[in-house]
């Protein structure tokens, strides 16, 4: 009976990814959450974009560098906020938080209502009604239980995509956004 037992997980399709998360992970991840603005982000970004450009050309136009230097510096709030805010803290942030650097798991579960996330610290049993939202770029799927509260799940983990499919295609059925 065991024997039996044994041959039928082995023929189970793969359903646990098993990953570590360093630092240059996290920081990636922070910058694939900051691609996909939300709410008023989604305006503000591009708002303060013009107010720049448009300060540049009124500086240029009226030859005043004060004017021109304001513009440039609105024109790229967003990139020098993320480089010399976001990044510092977040690699501060990964730094601190013991728990980041242990090994991780998810694990899809077998009734297909959400994915078990467990460390060496403990486990977390995620079902889909508390993931508010999920987004992936090439290298990561982010799942999120608040605006700023995600899991990382490194695509690298799944060399073969397997996983990565079943969940995305549950992420889709059940997550909105």
Do not use: C
């Not at 005043?64 to 990044?87: D, H, R």
């Amino acid at each position: 009976m065991q024997a039996d037992h044994a041959l039928n997980t082995t023929m189970l399709p793969t359903t646990t990814l098993t990953y570590l998360i360093s630092e240059a992970d996290y920081i990636a991840a922070q910058r694939v959450h900051m691609r996909s603005p939300r709410g008023w982000t989604k305006v503000i970004w591009p708002l303060v974009a013009i107010v720049g450009l448009f300060f540049l050309i009124v500086g240029i136009h009226q030859k005043s560098w004060s004017l021109s230097i304001l513009g440039i510096f609105y024109g790229t709030v967003k990139w020098w906020t993320t480089k010399l805010i976001n990044e510092p803290l977040a690699r501060r942030n990964y730094r601190k938080y013991p728990a980041m650097h242990a090994e991780q798991t998810l694990r899809l579960k077998e009734d297909g209502s959400g994915v078990l996330l467990s460390s060496s610290l403990g486990e977390t049993n995620l079902t889909w009604p508390l993931v508010t939202r999920w987004l992936e770029d090439e290298n990561y799927l982010l799942m999120y239980l608040q605006p700023r509260l995600f899991f990382v799940v490194p695509k690298r983990a799944d060399p073969q995509g397997v996983v990565l499919l079943a969940l995305r295609g549950l992420l889709g059925e059940h997550v909105k956004g």
